[in-house]
């Protein structure tokens, strides 16, 4: 491409070669058929050009297609309807930059779709190529270790190294890098352009496709026999607890059939092996034969993927900036230190530029109003305007006259016909609206000159087509603001608005009310033969207010005063030697801007006949303009790039095409830095029709500064015009360097022409003050002269920074008395006094320092191969403000046709085009559906609104590309640890290091009364059995809220002596064995765990296998059965029918169970003498849990712990015999099972019970109860919280209205063990406050494995505090108190008073020293309840011993204390507690197990996740956990997964924003898909197993680079 052709291509063949381009980037032909023609065509001039030895030229020539290689043939930007265009150059230095990469592979992981999600595209096409990471070094035959699978089958089985499974299964890398540089594998260039890469042009063969079916079927969970997986996790339900080794059974293998490696795609299978043997699927579970951590990868495509994405971002991107942000609590910002080698600005401070006079022709007319009299009077025959229709016939030709004597009517009818005549609604200086299409010029002029004799200010703008257009409502901001109450239109256009059923024209989004005038003759009266326009001079009054939308989409009116639009007229003749009667060519939008100023205002002054031609006439035929100009030997034309650019791709070999009466080609947007290559390539194309180079004449304007420069239209034969070529590297730092050696990133410039008359211009420095630029400085461009804008309506302060400039000289001086307008123009004035524009200051982006312009970065997205894949050009760019710096957005409209692969190639290309020409990273990269993006009225893209939608998460984007990990290099430091404090800065008194040890206690738990006299549980329900007989202790509560069963004293008593009997005949069970319970929440629960203590055996509670889902619940159950080595399981008879069953049966064998005891129906017998302990630290119960990381431990209990940790409970509630509580609680473990099975019994206190699960069926089952039996305590878990919150937030009325009251409640404590959840609890103190529940008497307890209960809020003791800490600090292990609402504050409330006769410490994990008040540290409790030991088969026993039996390292080193692996801190608050003491407030923040260590600091996943829940409405859930230093978020998408993809960029800004972390993989999956436990808490390793294993069946799984 880099060498000239041999033979330059006539003109005809390059016409004909512009034809096909046409066609193909319209659809019209294949791209065969085009390479066909094509090829046909330029045959002669490129002899080898079919069969081009691929070897030659590699790096030169344009990786894609040949079309390219044409020199002077320019790529058609697949009809943008977008006003930018690229040019060869840029074309060139973008395949350049590209193939500039392929040293530097680039391995992106592709990411995984749903099906549903790509049910568009071709199943051919879906199958995502291999990512295989491991390639680096190894060639294409390699490509399969990666990720076994994909390729194998494509050739239906044969055939392990023929070049058909090779190419089916190439790596990625090489399929990137290949389509990049045309090294297609097969020699060919024609028969496949080598961009539609090797999966999607498959050489497999007949067997290929239905291979690739079965594949990708069995890549994306879509089999049926994985379906069910969608309903396992209904929340409440705990089936959840097999999914991960627990620490004691690293070993166990469950004896299943699916306990092969089988949960990932095999990885190694012999080559040319069948097709893979489809396996049943296992759910969830198993995860224990996975290696997880960081140790050996699991074999799947998910962890492949993301051992690739690891491997990529491993390689340095470009030299590490010093990362400037330092995360110091002052908010310190290190400003960044400017590299010193970058370029700065050498040349002279700049001089003010002077246009020419502005001459004064005698008989230009005093006033616009005055020459329209004029010309309407002396010669009204003269044409003023024609119109066409869409066929491009003349529809309607305006006279002078007419346009006269219409102006005249409208003024007469604006002033005197609305409203009444002693309250007109429009007086003279008011404001009105003119609503015209864009196809009615007539109508316009006559409105806009009628406005203007009757003094009145017109504010043109759009029509709204619908009640919600993108911009209306910013329109109608500035129409309120403006005080518009009539909006003049025409008949047409008032037909056409929407109306109400009753035909009333709606109010439009933030319009004020307006009253709609049709301004036609038909509707208006004739004024009387005496009334008369006052015709005044130009004056200062404000002549009209053209809208103007900013960066932000916000709608600003520029007011343009009389004498400053004739002067601008004047202005305009002059430059443009405009002469009467002259005919003029107008393709511009005739209501503002450019089109406004030459053919509605100038026009006029010079009495010129305007041919106005609609944009809808363009839209058919493009060529329209052209064939106008030879049609009426037109002397101008008014046009943007965009309009050339669409005549040359459009233009066949036209005979009668003559430009040759042009003398001016007016190009409005001369100033887009694309508009070089337009004119360019039109001057190219038409100068053999007879247009002269000189012709053409680009020019620069904004709304404030109207036209800032115009190239005039030169003599024959003068001096060319300037260009400047400069390079990237330099703009970016605000300096002009004329490039020469790199010539890669350049920019190409053309001069906007000189100073206008009358004018002077100067440029200022963007930042800070308005000093003048050194001459090799980029800057704004700034004028003075009468003819601009004065204001922005009604925006006094805005106004004045950009109306009322004194730019200033080097010693501070103002350079002139006048002010200076900016014009929002960036830019330089180059020799010879031209001015040469660079971009908008709209357009401006400051990423890291440096300045990039958004035009520029769109022009290298459109020059990225293949250019027609961005649908009409349509690409929008703009920057979002992440972590105190702008971060580049890219969103491109893709062809309706396009494949996933096609559209992730394309944005693998464009990040390193755009990486390799700006040097600047793209965050975010998104596709839309075509014609989906914002359009402004001309059908360009409306930006603000775009913007809006991305962070709205309202975009729906269908593929998405972030790059956080390349482009954020501002994130604070990684935090090196301190040294703690050691024994040596110690200890005086109970100080530590100048601060009060953090430890507290509880109260003491006092005297003996008279049932603490027994040891056993078991002796003092003997006893209660004897002395209160018929007092009820229990009583069960069904769904409807009836009593489903109860039980008394002696009624327990008496069927736990036959269940005694029972284990003792049927079981032969010795004193110590251990029994299973597997029973539902209920009575027959409580009456087997006191029969086993009757026969001496310990029991284990063991929650069902539910009912719905036992393929996953069944194997827990089996495995707590095994662990705990029950020697026997007793159950309902329903229970152990359900585990004879044929399903129970597929999941676990029905012999591997020991045996089972039936209890419905019980011996009549007693057993011969009940078993009596012998010790009180022998076991009385072990109590099974999974932890949230998914670790199985039961801890043993012995009779001691037991009772003193009922004791405990009892003092703290104040628990009677004559006391009702009601429990709403899982009954399997912690202090849920206590509550549930123990207290009663000890305390003699009647407990109702009410099963979790029955609030699915009746969510108001447990407020109700708790109303009607006038409760004063009850508990329940933040599951039934949610689920009352959730389930009851509408209904509160109509339960107040049944009566419900919860006033008698003084506490309902949540049981947890986790950080309380204050939002909830929050939540639900408000909306039941109103059934009278006291805000106050809700709170948490806290407990752990090691004690089950450290915390409970009691009746006695202060309400619960809450505190606000830096969440910051907070990383740093360090606790910093806030003030309510300051920023990355979060709220701690305390969980909970500590139990009688528990001790309390904070110590350092790591040295395991004691910590100081306030300080982050583990906390320790010494307690007579605490667990004796975890009950572990393979033991790991340091790991037991430690747990169990700490001691300080220094300090009190006597004490033994129990780790509860939680951190958290004590605060002595100023409330008293109920001894008298100050209260010490325990605050607990997080497990250990749980918290994530990334770059040196501590993140609990909760305080991440809450973060990504506040981001989007239909984020319903949300968990995080690390793999291999990678951060994975798994969001719940409540809406539809069109909806998934919009998520990614949120997410992804959020966590950078709040955490500073850089989100790795973002998967969102649907409601229900992460795991819950009955307890409430998420299971976050269940679900890393789940996601590594591929069983999640994600929507959507973004990879971020």
């Not at 020539?61 to 930018?84: F, I, K, L, N, Q």
């Not at 339900?237 to 620490?247: I, L």
């Not at 406050?1329 to 809020?1353: E, W, Y």
Request: charged share 20%; aromatic share 6%.
């Amino acid at each position: 491409m880099a060498d000239r052709e041999p033979v330059p291509l006539p003109a005809e063949v390059r016409a004909k070669l512009a034809e096909l381009e046409l066609e193909l980037s319209e659809g019209d032909i294949t791209q065969k058929g085009y390479e066909k023609k094509r090829s046909k065509l330029i045959g002669a001039y490129f002899p080898q050009a079919p069969g081009m030895d691929p070897s030659m030229g590699q790096e030169r020539r344009a990786p894609v297609t040949p079309s390219s290689s044409s020199r002077y043939h320019r790529r058609r930007s697949s009809g943008s309807r977008d006003e930018r265009y690229r040019s060869d150059v840029h074309t060139e230095a973008v395949q350049a930059a590209l193939a500039k990469h392929k040293e530097r592979k680039m391995a992106v992981p592709m990411p995984s779709k749903r099906r549903s999600l790509v049910v568009q595209s071709s199943m051919d096409a879906y199958t995502p190529p291999d990512t295989s990471s491991g390639s680096e070094g190894e060639g294409q035959g390699n490509g399969e270790e990666g990720e076994g699978g994909d390729g194998e089958e494509e050739d239906g089985g044969g055939g392990g190294g023929t070049s058909s499974s090779r190419e089916g299964s190439i790596s990625m890398e090489h399929w990137i890098n290949r389509a990049m540089h045309g090294t297609s594998s097969t020699t060919t260039t024609t028969s496949s352009t080598a961009s539609s890469s090797s999966s999607s042009t498959r050489s497999g063969g007949s067997g290929a496709a239905g291979g690739r079916l079965a594949d990708v079927l069995a890549q994306h969970v879509h089999i049926s026999a994985r379906h069910h997986l969608r309903h396992h996790h209904h929340r409440h339900h705990h089936k959840t607890e097999n999914h991960s080794a627990p620490p004691d059974v690293t070993g166990y293998t469950n004896n299943s059939a699916n306990s092969t490696a089988a949960d990932g795609i095999q990885v190694e299978r012999a080559p040319g092996g069948g097709p893979a043997v489809q396996r049943q699927t296992p759910k969830y579970g198993n995860a224990e034969l996975m290696e997880t951590g960081d140790g050996v990868p699991v074999s799947s495509r998910v962890s492949a993927k993301i051992q690739q994405l690891v491997n990529t971002l491993k390689r340095p991107k470009r030299p590490p900036l010093r990362e400037f942000f330092v995360d110091d609590f002052e908010e310190l910002l290190e400003v960044q230190q400017p590299d010193p080698n970058q370029p700065k600005a050498e040349g002279a401070p700049m001089v003010v530029m002077r246009g020419e006079q502005l001459g004064v022709v005698t008989n230009w007319p005093p006033s616009l109003e005055a020459a329209l009299q004029r010309w309407g009077t002396i010669s009204p025959k003269a044409p003023c305007l024609t119109t066409m229709d869409t066929n491009g016939k003349p529809l309607y030709v305006l006279t002078y006259g007419k346009l006269w004597s219409r102006s005249v009517k409208v003024a007469y009818n604006l002033l005197h016909k609305l409203g009444t005549k002693q309250e007109p609604l429009v007086r003279p200086g008011d404001r009105v609206a003119l609503v015209f299409p864009n196809n009615d010029p007539a109508a316009f002029m006559s409105a806009f000159y009628g406005c203007l004799l009757a003094e009145v200010v017109p504010v043109p703008i759009e029509v709204p087509l619908t009640r919600k257009d993108a911009g209306s409502q910013q329109i109608g901001f500035l129409l309120g603001s403006c005080g518009v109450t009539v909006a003049l239109t025409s008949d047409a256009c008032h037909k056409g608005l929407p109306k109400s059923p009753t035909g009333e024209i709606p109010q439009f989004k933030g319009w004020p009310k307006v009253l709609w005038f049709v301004g036609e003759s038909k509707h208006v009266s004739k004024p009387p033969r005496d009334w008369f326009p006052h015709i005044k001079d130009a004056n200062q009054d404000t002549a009209y207010i053209e809208y103007k939308t900013c960066k932000d989409g916000s709608v600003l009116g520029v007011t343009v005063m009389r004498i400053a639009m004739l002067t601008h007229c004047q202005a305009l003749t002059q430059s443009c030697s405009y002469t009467e009667a002259e005919t003029i060519v107008n393709v511009l939008d005739f209501k503002k801007d450019v089109g406004l100023w030459h053919a509605v205002l100038t026009s006029v002054m010079n009495m010129m006949h305007v041919i106005s031609i609609p944009y809808a006439l363009m839209k058919v035929n493009p060529l329209s303009w052209i064939q106008k100009v030879c049609q009426y030997k037109a002397k101008v034309a008014c046009v943007k790039s965009r309009d050339m650019h669409w005549a040359l791709v459009a233009h066949r070999d036209q005979r009668d095409v003559n430009l040759s009466s042009l003398r001016m080609l007016v190009v409005a947007d001369g100033s887009n830095p694309w508009s070089i290559s337009s004119c360019d390539a039109f001057l190219n194309v038409f100068q053999t029709k007879g247009l002269k180079p000189e012709v053409i004449c680009p020019c620069a304007s904004s709304p404030e500064a109207l036209t800032v420069a115009i190239r005039r239209p030169l003599e024959e034969g003068s001096t060319p015009p300037g260009r400047g070529v400069l390079s990237m590297q330099g703009l970016s730092h605000g300096v002009i360097r004329v490039d020469s050696e790199e010539k890669l990133s350049v920019l190409t410039l053309q001069d906007v022409g000189s100073v206008m008359p009358g004018a002077m211009m100067c440029v200022v420095r963007l930042e800070g003050v308005p000093q003048l630029c050194k001459t090799d400085e980029i800057g704004e461009l700034c004028v003075c002269t009468v003819a601009t804008g004065t204001s922005y309506y009604g925006l006094a302060g805005m106004t004045k920074n950009t109306f009322e400039v004194f730019p200033m000289s080097n010693n501070g001086a103002p350079v002139s008395e006048f002010p200076f307008t900016r014009t929002g123009l960036l830019g330089f004035i180059g020799p010879g006094g031209l001015i040469f524009a660079a971009g908008k200051m709209d357009g401006l982006m400051v990423v890291a320092g440096r300045r990039h312009n958004a035009d520029d970065i769109v022009a290298t997205a459109l020059a990225v191969e293949p250019m027609k894949f961005v649908y009409r050009g349509r690409i929008a760019v703009f920057s979002i403000t992440v972590l105190h710096d702008e971060r580049i957005v890219v969103v491109a409209e893709q062809r309706p046709d396009s494949t996933e692969e096609d559209s992730f190639q394309w944005m693998s290309r464009v990040l390193q085009a755009i990486d390799g020409i700006h040097q600047v990273g793209v965050y975010c990269l998104a596709l839309v559906p075509s014609n989906t993006l914002p359009k402004t009225p001309l059908g360009g893209i409306h930006l603000s609104e775009t913007k809006q939608l991305f962070l709205e998460g309202a975009l729906h984007p269908c593929n998405v590309l972030m790059c956080p990990h390349t482009c954020v290099i501002n994130l604070p430091k990684p935090r090196q640890k301190q040294p703690e404090i050691g024994p040596a800065s110690v200890m005086v008194g109970n100080l530590v290091s100048g601060k009060r040890i953090a430890q507290a206690s509880g109260r003491d738990l006092g005297q003996i009364e008279d049932n603490d006299q027994f040891l056993f549980l078991s002796e003092v329900l003997q006893w209660r059995a004897q002395t209160t007989p018929d007092h009820v202790l229990y009583t069960l509560l069904n769904s409807r809220g009836t009593i489903a069963s109860s039980l008394t004293c002696v009624q327990l008593h008496k069927r736990a002596e036959k269940i005694a009997a029972m284990l003792a005949e049927r079981g032969h069970l010795q004193d110590g064995d251990h029994v299973a319970l597997v029973y539902p929440p209920g009575i027959d629960l409580v009456v087997a765990f006191y029969g086993c203590l009757y026969a001496g055996c310990v029991p284990i509670t063991v929650r069902p296998p539910h009912l719905q889902n036992i393929s996953t619940t069944l194997p827990t159950v089996k495995m707590i059965v095994e662990v705990s080595r029950s020697v026997c399981m007793m159950t309902t008879q329903l229970i152990s029918k359900l585990l004879r069953s044929k399903e129970a049966s597929a999941a676990v064998d029905v012999r591997t169970w020991p045996p089972v005891l039936d209890t419905d129906d019980l011996p009549k017998k007693k057993p011969p003498l009940l078993y009596k302990p012998s010790n009180p630290d022998t076991l009385a119960y072990l109590d099974f849990s999974v932890s949230t990381t998914g670790m199985l431990a039961g801890v043993k209990m012995s009779h001691t712990a037991t009772s003193a940790f009922c004791r405990s409970i009892k003092l703290q509630c104040e628990l009677y015999p004559s006391r009702e509580v009601a429990i709403c609680l899982d009954p399997y473990c912690g202090l849920g099972f206590v509550l549930w099975c123990l207290c009663s019994v000890y305390s003699g206190h009647q407990s109702i019970l009410i099963p979790p699960s029955e609030l699915e069926v009746n969510p108001a089952l447990w407020l109700s109860a708790v109303s009607q039996y006038k409760v004063r305590d009850t508990f329940c878990s933040y599951s039934v919280m949610e689920l009352c919150t959730k389930g009851l937030g509408l209904q509160t009325d109509s339960l107040k209205s049944r009566g419900l009251d919860l006033s008698r409640v003084r506490t309902c404590v949540v049981v947890a063990e986790e950080r309380p959840r204050i939002a909830l609890t929050q939540s639900f103190s408000k909306l039941f406050k109103d059934l009278g529940l006291h805000p106050r008497a809700v709170s948490t307890s806290f407990g752990c494995r090691v004690n089950l209960a450290i915390c409970l809020q009691g009746t006695s003791g202060p309400d619960p505090t809450t505190v606000f800490v830096d969440m910051r600090a907070l990383r740093h292990d360090r606790v910093r108190l806030v003030e309510r609402g300051s920023p990355h504050s979060l709220p701690l409330m305390e969980s909970g008073k500590i139990l009688p006769g528990v001790r309390i410490i904070i110590a350092n994990p790591e040295t395991k020293g004691p910590m100081g008040e306030s300080h982050l540290g583990e906390i320790w409790v010494h307690s007579g309840h605490n667990a004796s030991g975890y009950f572990t088969v393979y033991g790991d026993e340091a790991l037991q011993s430690d747990h169990f039996n700490s001691r300080l390292s220094f300090g009190d080193t006597q004490t033994i204390w129990a780790r509860t692996g939680y951190l958290g801190f004590l605060r002595r608050t100023e409330l008293t507690d109920a001894s008298g003491e100050r209260h010490d407030a325990l605050y607990v923040v997080g497990a250990l197990e749980e918290a994530m260590e990334l770059r040196g600091m501590r993140y609990h996943p909760i305080d991440i996740e809450t973060s990504v829940i506040r981001t989007h409405k239909s984020i319903t859930e949300c968990a995080v956990f690390t793999w291999t230093n990678l951060l994975v978020v798994v969001v719940e998408l409540d809406g539809s997964e069109q909806e998934a993809l919009d998520l990614v960029p949120l997410v992804t800004n959020v966590v950078l924003e709040e955490h500073y972390l850089i989100v790795g993989v973002v998967v969102v999956v649907d409601i229900g898909v992460i795991p819950i436990n009955s307890r409430g808490e998420k299971q976050r390793m269940h679900l890393r197993d789940g996601f590594l294993a591929d069983q999640l069946d994600p929507i959507y799984v973004a990879y971020n680079m």
